[in-house]
């Protein structure tokens, strides 16, 4: 089985990832922007790297207090020893 291993170490099987996000803004705690990324098919060893940059939530200027929740995905596959 191939799974996916986190920057932390956890390792979860590759069918269920995905990376959810969300924009909160500092003030009022409300969330700006939410979504999920999916991963995709990766071989083993592979990596991707995912960051959002900060046009996606403050184009308008409107959400200049918007602070990134998750700020970087990072992630590379590694063969499972069970």
Excluded at 17 to 24: A, D, G, I
Excluded at 40 to 49: M, Y
Excluded at 56 to 73: F, H, K, L, P, R
Aim: with cysteine; glycine share 8%; hydrophobic share 35%.
């Amino acid at each position: 089985m191939t799974v996916f291993t986190l920057t932390n170490g956890d390792t979860i099987p590759i069918r269920e990832v995905e990376c959810r996000y969300r924009y909160l803004d500092r003030e009022s705690g409300r969330v700006m922007k939410s979504g999920i990324i999916e991963i995709g098919d990766l071989e083993p060893g592979q990596a991707k790297h995912y960051g959002m940059p900060r046009s996606m939530y403050d184009s308008t200027g409107v959400n200049s207090n918007a602070a990134e929740e998750i700020q970087i995905y990072a992630a590379t596959l590694a063969p499972y020893a069970a």
